[in-house]
């Protein structure tokens, strides 16, 4: 079975600091992960994904997050944060040879001015 | 341009009456799946369709049905909807199943089941 796991539920961070959303996973196989933001009243949009490959993964808007197998771990990272990154956060999981996309309960991120 | 559109985006209605909220893709994509985002749960998988007429059931599917006759069309039907299944509904579609591929939602139906 597959599983993830966000363990903030919220994140502040002061403008220009750099931000950590943190997300750990659980499969039986190897996983594809993925970060996705949702910003007020819209859907989910696509940040940066895991397949194979480098471990650390750049994606949009300067997010990048790091693929750690041993500690099952797949965080998101930003060297400076930004008012406009302000919204909630969700890390997927697929297993191998699954069909669906199993999702965390997101992290709600808050960037102070 | 390239989008996922979901049909009504606001739904108030009384429990037991039926309803149909669409949902549409222009991108070809043959995996379409129907989520539902409830506070401090996330987002839940309702149902998912690999491609035409090849549905199944995702982690929450009791009380939802789907159907998938055309490629570009995937409606979530709520037979004899009840107050539990107030909630955010997004649909998503990716293109060759989720192999690698990431997913596009849309905008999301917000229902009310009073």
């Known amino acids: 079975a597959q599983s993830v796991a966000q363990p903030e539920d919220q994140v502040n961070v002061a403008e220009g600091n750099p931000l950590t959303v943190k997300c750990t996973y659980s499969?039986?196989?190897?996983?594809?992960l993925f970060w996705y933001v949702q910003y007020p009243n819209r859907g989910l949009q696509f940040l940066l994904k895991?397949?194979?490959?480098?471990?650390l993964v750049k994606g949009s808007y300067g997010f990048e997050a790091e693929f750690n197998k041993s500690q099952t771990s797949f965080h998101l990272k930003k060297p400076s944060a930004l008012v406009s990154d302000s919204a909630l956060y969700f890390c997927?999981?697929?297993?191998?040879?699954?069909?669906?996309?199993?999702f965390g309960t997101g992290t709600r991120l808050t960037v102070i001015p | 341009e390239a989008q996922v559109t979901q049909n009504p985006r606001y739904l108030i209605t009384v429990t037991g009456k039926k309803l149909t909220v669409t949902c549409s893709q222009n991108?070809?994509?043959?995996?379409m799946s129907w989520y539902r985002q409830d506070p401090g749960l996330g987002l839940r998988q309702i149902y998912y369709?690999?491609?035409?007429?090849?549905?199944d059931k995702g982690d929450v599917p009791e009380g939802y049905k789907v159907s998938r006759k055309e490629k570009r069309n995937f409606p979530l039907i709520l037979e004899s909807p009840s107050p539990n299944q107030t909630s955010l509904y997004f649909c998503?579609?990716?293109?060759?199943?989720?192999?690698?591929?990431?997913?596009?939602f849309g905008p999301g139906t917000r229902l009310t089941v009073t």
């Open positions: 895991y397949i194979t490959g480098d471990n």
């Open positions: 998503a579609s990716s293109p060759s199943g989720l192999a690698g591929g990431e997913q596009y």
């Open positions: 997927a999981v697929r297993d191998t040879g699954a069909n669906n996309l199993f």
């Open positions: 369709s690999m491609n035409v007429e090849v549905t």
């Open positions: 991108m070809n994509h043959e995996y």
């Open positions: 499969v039986s196989g190897n996983p594809y």
